[in-house]
């Protein structure tokens, strides 16, 4: 095994240093692979309140791997179920972020580790009356259930994003309750607190999600 | 109450004193029961045993014997038919794995109305006066139209037979406070016959989760009055009418947000109808029929300290019908029946705009004879044309050939549907604790409108092309294959069934709300299936004990979710390393509600020098999903364990003692072990009884 990374290594580097002035610059950094636990994400009014939606989104930014307050540096955001990118354009609800990146998004379908590749997928941006995610149960990326009143993560969505500035990372949320309870309660859990798996490539124009 | 009873017992004696001498021992009944007459699977009096379509015949001796009191108690006893509650958190009765409102419930052969997210609550209908009832398996809208997808069950009341005043009042008293009180009265004096019924049923509850305020099941108390008139103009005409009257009202305490509300609910249902039967000579005769049936219930809610109405619901709902059918016979042994009828609808209630109504006509042929030798066929085809979906033809062919005279062999399939009913076309409900609107196919447009002109409606997800075309009645076709073999101690039959679903209706998302909910409205979509097998096996080694076992085998699947399995297009997540799988089809348990497997056994033993009756029943379901829990949309091997029931059995056991002639004492005992589960509310523990029956 060593003597054979060692040749691995030496080819590395001779490949490398053969590499001729055409090519893409330096070895891609290494893709991230992370976890993100407890974001939280509130709001006022909807549900049945009778009262619009209101409330800052909670941003993230995929670049640091954390919440932030800046108005530019991040890339998507949070308030109750919605998740706004970005990119793109006010939809038009109250309290939201101005978009100044070139964020969007692509729900695809299949196990977080299947989807290797943001290839061939169509890319959304927020937009005057739609966040690029659909909004409501069974839209976009959870399911509310009548009979439990929990809302969770519709498995096999996995949320493919292309940052502000076009990086890729998918995202694999997994609870929407405080501490990501196996058989969450909603009467005693708290909802609105978001944990998710995500994949993050920092090579500019990269899609590979590996 | 009590004075009712002396006014009672006063009339029976006059009555008595003045008609027995005309009595004549007419126990003609013996006889009859013997051969086994039907008359739901083809509209004409036929013999169990020869009829070429799945049926279950329930004896009013196996009612009175087992002691049951609802129809709901004496029908899930029976194998393939399960009373169960579904998503809206009401229950009906299930067969072949087919849901309640797809199943039609008659009383003589005309329906019943009055159901709750499309489920009709069979614990309304008392069994102190019926004679049989008469269950037929399979489609059956050749014959009754819409809503007979999965077959009818129909309740035949007990006619008057003897010139004698005849009848029985009972009184039994059960745990829970229940308490069941019936009195009836029949004669039938040359041409002149009438009935009486009357029956009062109470219970003060009972409380499966003491943890929650508020009972499970609230006090209620109910009342069932019948009275019938039978008169024969003539050899060649006839009358017959009815009338009925069920009355419910239920006190409770509801608690919301803190606060104590007064729930008041009342229910009421009645029908009235009447009936000529023209016998135009030995071959052919002629029934004209005319029906009015009225559904009416209410409910308020009231904040106890206040007074303040926090919410007041009403539904009102009625059926008139009008039909005749011709029956002939002709001489080599074949009948055809015929009919033509004309149907008026209406509801009105609230989160409905106004009443609104349907109405209906259809005409029905079928054809029964002896193809050959040993071979029956019966052929069928029914036409309604509606003023609110496309014109219906059920077709409907069924045969049956003896093998041998023990052995015969059965076979047929039909066609079933459903119209689209008021709610799916005219609701406008918005929930005010989540804020999701749902909104019926025929007022969707306008109301989503209205929707957006308030500003309510953040986008609309289709576009109003896709709610042009008027929603397609639900359909199915039902496939039977059987055997039944027949010896002295031996009655065995076994089915098999599959039943092809089309243009279910279900809710979609239609438009998506500022408050973040949705607004629904209904489309025909999902395509499912069931499938399985039924036994039944009947053994009588003597006279006196018989043993009945039952089996029934089910798969039921939404054919959509099965492709999209196939696809890999559904998943789940692990619940313990929280990664997502893909599901595979084997995961994939099927439609909510249905067991995989349903048994029974039964036990009744005659022991005739003491004059009393024992009975043992033992009643199995396998376990089964309530709903989704991993938002995938199907109930899956990954789902919590709390969205199912698991396995259980129930046991009911009841034994009846003859004595003084005239009375019976009977004691049992339902549901032996005790069982209870918080998702099936409506089985209480274990509950004793005592009856006292005195018939004369």
């Not at chain 2, 009712?4 to 005309?22: E, M, N, P």
């Not at chain 2, 696809?567 to 099927?590: C, H, K, M, V």
Request: proline content about 3%; aromatic content about 12%; charged content about 20%.
């Amino acid at each position: 095994m060593k003597k054979l990374s060692i040749l691995f290594f030496t080819l590395t580097i001779l490949f490398i240093s053969c590499s001729d002035d055409d090519d893409n610059g330096p070895n891609p950094d290494p893709v991230q692979s992370k976890q993100a636990s407890n974001i939280f994400a509130p709001q006022s009014g909807g549900q049945g309140t009778g009262q619009e939606v209101s409330g800052d989104f909670t941003k993230f930014d995929f670049k640091t791997g954390i919440v932030t307050t800046s108005d530019t540096e991040w890339d998507i955001a949070f308030r109750g179920t919605t998740i706004a990118v970005n990119g793109g354009t006010v939809t038009g609800t109250t309290d939201e972020p101005t978009r100044n990146g070139d964020a969007a998004s692509a729900i695809a379908t299949g196990t977080f580790a299947n989807i290797t590749n943001a290839e061939g997928l169509t890319f959304k941006q927020d937009a005057n009356a739609s966040f690029a995610i659909p909004t409501g149960s069974d839209n976009g990326w959870y399911n509310y259930n009548f009979m439990t009143n929990v809302i969770s993560p519709i498995p096999g969505k996995v949320l493919v994003f292309k940052t502000r500035d076009n990086r890729y990372a998918k995202v694999e949320i997994l609870s929407y309750y405080k501490d990501a309870p196996t058989t969450p309660d909603p009467t005693s859990d708290e909802a609105r607190y978001y944990t998710f798996s995500y994949v993050y490539n920092p090579n500019e124009g990269d899609k590979n999600l590996n | 109450m009590n004075r009712v009873f002396w006014a009672f017992l006063l009339l029976k004696s006059t009555l008595y004193g003045q008609y027995s001498t005309l009595e004549k021992d007419s126990d003609s009944i013996a006889t009859q029961n013997l051969e086994e007459v039907v008359i739901s699977a083809t509209r004409t009096e036929r013999q169990l045993s020869s009829l070429p379509l799945p049926v279950t015949l329930i004896s009013k001796d196996q009612i009175r014997n087992t002691g049951r009191i609802r129809l709901d108690e004496i029908l899930q006893e029976q194998t393939g038919i399960i009373t169960v509650a579904d998503e809206s958190g009401f229950e009906g009765v299930q067969m072949q794995g087919i849901g309640s409102e797809y199943i039609m419930i008659l009383i003589d052969g005309v329906p019943l109305i009055g159901r709750s997210s499309g489920n009709f609550d069979i614990s309304r209908l008392t069994v102190g006066n019926i004679k049989q009832i008469e269950v037929v398996k399979g489609p059956s809208s050749s014959l009754y139209g819409s809503e007979a997808l999965g077959g009818v069950i129909n309740i035949i009341t007990e006619k008057p037979k003897k010139e004698k005043i005849s009848g029985n009042t009972s009184y039994r008293l059960g745990s829970y406070t229940q308490q069941d009180v019936n009195l009836s009265l029949k004669q039938k004096i040359k041409g002149f016959g009438y009935t009486l019924f009357a029956n009062r049923f109470s219970s003060e509850g009972y409380d499966l989760n003491p943890n929650i305020e508020g009972q499970t099941v609230d006090p209620f108390e109910n009342y069932t009055v019948n009275g019938q008139l039978h008169y024969d103009f003539s050899d060649k005409l006839s009358v017959f009418s009815s009338s009925r009257f069920y009355y419910q009202a239920i006190d409770s305490e509801l608690f919301s947000d803190g606060l104590k509300y007064k729930s008041n609910d009342e229910e009421i249902d009645w029908n009235t109808h009447l009936r000529f039967n023209h016998k135009w000579n030995e071959n052919l005769h002629t029934e004209y029929e005319f029906y009015f049936t009225n559904y009416n219930t209410s409910q308020k809610l009231v904040n106890e300290p206040t007074g303040n109405v926090l919410s007041e619901s009403d539904f009102d709902q009625g059926l008139a019908r009008l039909e005749i059918r011709t029956n002939y016979k002709f001489k080599n042994g074949g009948q055809l029946t015929s009919g033509a009828g004309y149907q008026y609808e209406y509801v009105d209630r609230t989160s409905f705009d106004q009443e609104v109504d349907f109405s209906s006509q259809y005409i029905y042929i079928q054809y029964d004879t002896n193809l050959i030798q040993n071979l029956n066929a019966i052929g069928g085809v029914r036409f309604d044309n509606h003023s609110e979906y496309s014109n219906q033809l059920s077709p409907k062919l069924a045969l049956r050939y003896e093998v041998t005279d023990n052995l015969a062999a059965k076979a047929s399939f039909g066609y079933g549907f459903k119209a689209p009913d008021f709610r799916q076309l005219y609701l406008d409900f918005t929930n005010s604790a989540v804020g999701y609107t749902v909104l019926g196919y025929n007022v969707a447009v306008e109301k989503l409108n209205e929707l957006v002109q308030q500003g309510q409606i953040l986008d609309v997800v289709i576009s109003e092309d896709e709610l042009q075309n008027p929603l397609e009645a639900e359909n199915s076709i039902g496939y039977n294959v059987g055997l039944t073999y027949k010896s002295k101690k031996w009655n065995t039959e076994i089915n098999f069934f599959r039943n092809d679903f089309k243009n279910l209706i279900d809710t979609r998302i239609i438009a998506r709300k500022n408050n973040g909910q949705n607004v629904f409205s209904y489309q025909n979509f999902d395509e499912v299936f069931t499938t399985g097998l039924e036994l039944n096996i009947q053994y009588k080694p003597i006279n006196r004990f018989q043993i009945n076992a039952g089996y029934q085998l089910l798969y039921t699947y939404d054919k959509q979710k099965l492709d999209m399995i196939d696809q890999g297009q559904i998943f789940a997540r692990e619940p313990q390393t929280n990664t997502t799988i893909a599901i595979e089809r084997s995961d994939y348990l099927g439609l909510v509600n249905r067991s995989r497997h349903n048994a029974n056994i039964k036990f009744f033993y005659d022991i005739k020098s003491a004059n009393t009756n024992i009975n043992l029943r033992l009643l199995y379901r396998s376990k089964y999903g309530l709903f989704d829990t991993n938002g995938n949309g199907i109930i899956d091997d990954y789902d919590l364990p709390d969205s199912f029931v698991n396995a259980f059995v129930t046991a009911n056991i009841a034994a009846t003692k003859n004595f003084c002639k005239n009375f019976d004492l009977q004691i049992g005992a339902n549901n032996l072990f005790d069982f209870t589960d918080g998702n099936i509310p409506t089985q209480p523990g274990i509950q004793l009884f005592a009856r006292l029956n005195y018939k004369f």
